[in-house]
């Protein structure tokens, strides 16, 4: 089946720094790959989707210039974390689509900022 | 607008017991849904989904979910539950036109705890 990765797995960082996460599709091609949030005893809500060479397409409540999102090619997308204040902890989870109907989801990354 | 709703947040059974998990949708169109599970620290996996094909729908590890237009359900089945069941699951919706065409709705989850 197909694989998507995320890297990293766990991050702690300090207040005010920024943090990058990639999310990669392994043995397929992806025009579009989504990033959401997820946290603790809740369920996963969309932050924004990605397509490959065009801008991010952004929930509603979700600060663009706060979660930047590149999709450079079609295996990468990286979700950045800018300026992270302790409230952005949660766990991310990106998802890529190989069809309109299926999307495969990466094991997450749990961010914690301190 | 679209939605689903898991009607247990937590569902407990015993091992070789059947499971039953609830979940039911409402939407405009012809849904496409989606059984998800996640097990701790792990990616989420499809069990199963529905895209107006078969309304007996089975899936991986036993699983299977029936899609019924007249109660607007679909909830997810398991014969005989084993104790690597034990895990989170997600009940999604698949929206089908306009802006949210191809994008993921989750329910809010259901933890199955299978007891020896």
């Known amino acids: 089946g197909a694989v998507v990765s995320q890297h990293p797995s766990r991050v702690i960082c300090k207040s005010g720094t920024s943090v990058k996460i990639e999310c990669r599709s392994l043995?397929?091609?992806?025009?579009?790959m989504f990033w959401y949030r997820q946290f603790p005893k809740q369920s996963l809500m969309l932050m924004a989707t990605?397509?490959?060479?065009?801008?991010?397409?952004?929930e509603q409540g979700v600060e663009k210039d706060k979660f930047l999102i590149n999709h450079a090619s079609l295996t990468l997308s990286t979700l950045t974390v800018t300026s992270a204040h302790p409230e952005d902890s949660s766990f991310y989870i990106c998802?890529?689509?190989?069809?309109?109907?299926?999307?495969?989801f990466g094991p997450g990354t749990r961010l914690l900022v301190l | 607008a679209q939605s689903v709703t898991q009607l247990d947040s937590h569902v407990s059974v015993s091992e070789g017991t059947p499971v039953l998990l609830r979940c039911n949708y409402s939407?405009?169109?012809?849904?496409?849904l989606f059984w998800y599970v996640q097990h701790p620290n792990k990616g989420l996996q499809l069990l199963l989904k529905?895209?107006?094909?078969?309304?007996l729908v089975k899936g991986i590890n036993g699983f299977e979910a029936e899609f019924k237009k007249s109660e607007t359900s679909f909830h997810l089945t398991k014969p005989s539950a084993h104790m690597s069941d034990a895990a989170e699951y997600f009940c999604v919706y698949s929206g089908a036109g306009g802006t949210s065409y191809g994008k993921l709705t989750f329910g809010q989850g259901t933890i199955l705890t299978v007891h020896p």
């Open positions: 939407s405009s169109y012809s849904p496409s």
């Open positions: 998802s890529a689509r190989t069809s309109v109907e299926i999307q495969y």
């Open positions: 529905y895209t107006s094909a078969a309304t």
């Open positions: 990605s397509n490959e060479g065009s801008k991010a397409t952004y």
């Open positions: 043995d397929f091609q992806a025009t579009t």
